[in-house]
């Protein structure tokens, strides 16, 4: 079953990335994000790219026109661009210094991730089902009949103590926890779920983490109370922020020492 971004887009349920809203922050702020259109952005751009040329390398054609690298500043650029932009009909654009980049990470990323790759031949896999009677949605990166469920992730780092931070702050436990609930609504096996990190600069070194079954199980209960949260504020159409009162606030232990804790994830 494939299916494009927009019919994707069209689909009803909740997505991975309200939840994360919502595990975070607060109701109001969902409310902000469902609200705000879409921002395509270069690193949302590059992201897209290499996610064709790593796990659909046969619809790169189809879905990428490369170019030069223009000077949008002049005239001439412009109009090179716009000219560009209509040959390309309704495929992306992308210059030629970032398609090499894009070709070299799909090197690095066959040359130590392709066995599995190859095992998880469904792409780009559209999940849907009812969780506690709430429509939920997602696109696995690759997976199998087995349960095998693969997701890619660029990162800064991809060492070990680095990537545990990454995937922490931004809710990969979380968003797989979801993606595999959802795999078991559509009767799909549990299997192992590893992440694809591939560093975002040379060498665009990789490595392969497998997410712990007991944290997955640990946090399906917070996403149902997350999709029951969700629920209510739909029906009430009441979204609230952060409570009025006056609360006591205690800063982290290491700011009371004066430690620095600023490190890049």
């Not at 716009?82 to 992308?94: K, N, P, V």
């Not at 739909?234 to 009025?244: R, V």
């Not at 609360?247 to 004066?258: I, Q």
């Amino acid at each position: 079953m494939t299916m494009t971004e927009r019919e994707y887009s069209e689909l009803p349920g909740v997505r991975s990335s309200w939840l994360k809203v919502l595990h975070t922050k607060t109701p109001a702020h969902l409310r902000e994000e469902i609200a705000r259109p879409e921002r395509d952005t270069e690193a949302f751009r590059i992201g897209r790219a290499i996610h064709t040329a790593v796990l659909r390398p046969d619809a790169w054609d189809d879905e990428w026109l490369v170019i030069p690298r223009l000077d949008r500043r002049t005239k001439a650029g412009k109009e090179e661009a716009a000219r560009l932009a209509t040959e390309a009909g309704d495929r992306y654009l992308i210059d030629e210094a970032d398609a090499a980049m894009v070709t070299r990470i799909r090197t690095e990323v066959f040359a130590v991730a392709g066995d599995i790759l190859r095992q998880a031949p469904l792409r780009e896999w559209p999940v849907v089902g009812v969780i506690d009677g709430v429509a939920g949605k997602a696109r696995v990166d690759a997976c199998a009949p087995t349960g095998l469920m693969l997701d890619l992730k660029s990162t800064l780092s991809a060492a070990p103590h680095a990537f545990a931070r990454a995937a922490g702050s931004y809710g990969y436990l979380l968003q797989m926890a979801y993606y595999r609930m959802l795999m078991r609504e559509m009767g799909m096996d549990d299997g192992p779920t590893i992440l694809i990190a591939v560093e975002k600069s040379p060498p665009y070194a990789v490595g392969l983490y497998s997410l712990a079954p007991e944290q997955m199980a640990e946090m399906e209960p917070r996403i149902r109370e997350l999709l029951r949260l969700y629920q209510r504020c739909c029906d009430d159409n009441y979204w609230p922020a952060y409570q009025p009162e006056i609360t006591t606030l205690r800063v982290p232990d290491w700011a009371v020492r004066g430690e620095d804790t600023t490190d890049e994830v």
